[in-house]
């Protein structure tokens, strides 16, 4: 409904589910042995990488910060301009 009344934000998310449809039947014969495979049991990631546990919690919590930090920073920048453009 909301690509209909002409939300930027709907159209964009439309247009990332498209591309996202659209890359994985590009991308499905390569991996289709991968999708297709068999249940390897209970994985978890450490396992997976072959990382320590305590790593892996300190690199997800470093990506959360730096989203936060990423945020804040577009926040700023989004209300200077909105000062500027409103004076």
């Known amino acids: 409904m909301a690509v209909a009344t002409g939300k930027i934000d709907a ?6 589910v498209m591309a996202g449809i659209f890359a994985f039947g590009e ?4 991996i289709e042995g991968f999708f297709n495979a ?4 209970r994985v978890t990631i450490p396992q997976l ?4 546990y305590g790593l892996l919690v300190f690199l997800v919590v ?3 910060v730096g989203g936060f930090v990423g945020a804040e920073v577009v ?3 989004m ?3 909105a000062a500027e453009s409103g004076s």
């Open 79 to 81: 209300a200077q301009k």
């Open 49 to 52: 990488f072959h990382l320590p």
């Open 75 to 77: 926040e700023r920048k």
């Open 38 to 41: 068999g249940s390897m049991g």
């Open 27 to 30: 991308i499905f014969p390569r």
């Open 11 to 16: 159209l964009l998310y439309l247009l990332g």
């Open 62 to 64: 470093l990506m959360a």
